[in-house]
């Protein structure tokens, strides 16, 4: 393409870089890519590859907008917008490739990342309509908080493709881990 934007917003929840999410795609702007992590995920990049995310951040959005370079200007700004919008605190556009590069790293390393952070997770694959990407992320939240077993979430959300990792340690009972797997799961479906 003959212009690239990589944006990396960061929003106090999850529930927030959702709404982001569904604006972007309801205004009829298309991203080469849409990416969000969780606090967890987060958490766990930083310790892998130090990818320098928004600190305090509950969520990040990477948001990779190209094509013609008007196109890709008047994008950045409209996304930028809706992320301030729906609460995002912090938003930088990266300057050249190498920030481009350790913004993506970030992003790249979540799932291996994850393992400093568990000693083991199941993960599962859940698909929902993007506008719904709000409210499944504020149930998983809530189911995470009701069972005490932490979830991490990594996903596509440009096309609304789920991975939350259910974290598995010394103290987590399995089966109520793979209960709240199937519960998350569930929920996609429903």
């Given at each position: 393409?003959?212009?690239?934007t990589t944006l990396l917003?960061?929003?106090?929840?999850?529930?927030?870089?959702g709404a982001a999410v569904s604006a972007i795609i309801a205004a009829g702007i298309m991203p080469a890519a849409i990416e969000m992590m969780d606090a967890l995920s987060i958490e766990a990049a930083e310790a892998a590859v130090h990818c320098n995310?928004?600190?305090?951040?509950?969520?990040?959005?990477?948001v990779e907008l190209?094509?013609?370079?008007?196109?890709?200007?008047?994008?950045?700004?409209?996304?930028r917008?809706?992320?301030?919008?729906?609460?995002a605190f912090e938003i930088r556009a990266a300057a050249?490739?190498?920030?481009?590069?350790?913004?993506?790293?970030?992003?790249?390393?979540?799932?291996a990342a994850v393992g400093r952070i568990s000693t083991a997770y199941i993960v599962q694959d859940g698909?929902?309509?993007?506008?719904?990407?709000?409210?499944?992320?504020d149930r998983i939240a809530q189911m995470s908080?009701?069972?005490?077993?932490?979830?991490?979430?990594?996903f596509h959300a440009g096309d609304g493709n789920l991975h939350p990792l259910v974290l598995l340690d010394a103290e987590t009972d399995p089966e109520a881990a793979e209960e709240l797997s199937g519960a998350i799961l569930d929920l996609c479906i429903e």
């Open positions: 393409p003959a212009a690239v917003a960061g929003f106090g929840t999850t529930g927030e870089g995310y928004p600190a305090g951040a509950g969520a990040v959005l990477v190209d094509g013609p370079q008007a196109d890709v200007e008047a994008e950045t700004a409209a996304v917008q809706m992320c301030t919008r729906a609460g050249d490739p190498a920030e481009r590069a350790v913004i993506w790293a970030g992003r790249k390393s979540a799932f698909v929902v309509p993007r506008t719904a990407l709000q409210a499944v992320l908080a009701e069972t005490g077993i932490r979830v991490a979430n990594v």
